[in-house]
């Protein structure tokens, strides 16, 4: 079982950065890759971005390439998504989300199993 809760939502204008955390209480020395979905309302959950268990495999959706970095410390077991250039179309409720998984990450929702309650990200024209 894993727990994850994430921080570091807030308001900001267009433009502007913010840094998502993710605490995980995952079993030590267990491999596990971490992904970041948004969902807006009235939409369906959509990827942001993805890494590895070593960290050296990440994944993010278009609109984000160049904007977002995702990042993880397994020393503190936790996980960060650093939002740069942020636009009001980012605007959204942030999922942090993981899978027991040594290789790779994935971009499917579906193929997570365990998942955060989520932190509003709205972002200021």
């Known amino acids: 079982q894993v727990q994850l809760v994430e921080s570091g939502g807030g308001l900001v204008q267009a433009g502007g950065s913010l840094r998502l955390s993710c605490a995980a209480s995952?079993?030590?020395?267990?491999?596990?890759?971490l992904g970041w979905f948004r969902q807006c309302p009235g939409k369906e959950r959509e990827f942001v971005a993805a890494?590895?268990?070593?960290?050296?495999?990440?994944y993010y959706t278009d609109s984000v390439k160049g904007r977002f970095t995702i990042s993880r410390d397994n020393a503190e077991n936790t996980g960060y998504l650093q939002m740069d250039s942020l636009k009001p179309d980012d605007t959204a409720v942030y999922y942090c989300?993981?899978?027991?998984?040594?290789?790779?990450?994935?971009?499917?929702?579906?193929?997570?199993?365990?998942w955060g309650q989520g932190t509003q990200v709205t972002v200021s024209s």
């Open positions: 890494i590895s268990w070593s960290g050296g495999s990440t």
């Open positions: 995952a079993r030590t020395y267990v491999a596990y890759a």
């Open positions: 989300a993981a899978v027991y998984k040594s290789v790779g990450a994935p971009m499917r929702g579906p193929e997570y199993s365990y």
